[in-house]
């Protein structure tokens, strides 16, 4: 089946340091790939998304690529500040079939301290 | 606009009671979802509807009653829950389009703020 493994951390970084958490998927057919964020207390905001091989999404400073050679979208940000601490998901769905799933990582919670 | 709203944000209720958690959209989206989230959990995905009907329960008891009254509005119908059913309910939608007679699915989902639940 289906699935999305990423680094549950917990990371913690400084302000301004170099961020990225990993995630990598195993999909049957070929799958959208997401980054959400949770901040405490809230839903879950599309960050950003990527929809085909090499397609780069980016949003906020944060950017990922979709690798299908390493079947990878990789979370990057070159610069955190405290306002991005929050559980970062990365997910994936099958584009185009009638299964309406989002399959989620377990989740990375990332605290930057000023 | 990519805006969903939940009603209320925070419900406390005993495991007798009846309660409805209500979710809206006005971005034209036709396929709707009801997930639980647990503390330090992703979501659970509970109930699909697509073009206001049922399209896939996740096997959800039957204490938890959805409703689609019409394209912009899900309820999720709540009575004699237990207390572990005490989580956090997030409402999402998504762009579903009618083609041709079949309905093509897009990925994107965007949520809500989610209600708090605490059932006593």
């Known amino acids: 089946g289906d699935s999305v493994t990423q680094m549950e951390g917990p990371v913690t970084l400084s302000e301004e340091a170099f961020l990225t958490i990993n995630c990598t998927y195993t999909a049957t057919g070929y799958p959208s790939l997401f980054w959400y964020v949770q901040y405490p207390g809230e839903g879950l905001q599309l960050l950003l998304k990527?929809?085909?091989?090499?397609d780069k999404g980016s949003n906020k400073g944060f950017e990922a690529t979709y690798r299908k050679e390493t079947t990878s979208f990789h979370l990057e940000k070159g610069s955190v500040q405290v306002s991005d601490s929050a559980v970062y998901f990365c997910a994936l769905s099958i584009s185009g079939g009638s299964n309406y799933k989002l399959t989620f990582g377990k989740g990375t919670l990332l605290t930057v301290n000023p | 606009d990519t805006e969903v709203t939940q009603t209320p944000k925070h419900l406390v209720m005993g495991m007798t009671n009846k309660k409805s958690l209500k979710c809206e959209q006005h971005?034209?989206?036709?396929?709707m979802y009801w997930y639980k989230q647990k503390a330090k959990k992703p979501p659970e995905l509970m109930f699909v509807y697509s073009y206001e009907k049922l399209s896939i329960n996740e096997s959800v008891p039957s204490r938890f009653s959805p409703e689609c009254p019409n394209s912009s509005l899900l309820n999720l119908h709540l009575h004699a829950l237990q207390p572990e059913d005490s989580a956090l309910y997030l409402c999402?939608?998504?762009?579903?389009?009618?083609?041709?007679?079949?309905?093509?699915?897009?990925?994107?989902?965007?949520f809500g703020p989610g209600t708090r639940l605490t059932v006593l």
């Open positions: 971005m034209g989206h036709r396929a």
């Open positions: 999402a939608s998504s762009q579903d389009m009618g083609l041709a007679g079949a309905v093509v699915r897009t990925d994107t989902q965007y």
């Open positions: 990527a929809t085909k091989a090499d």
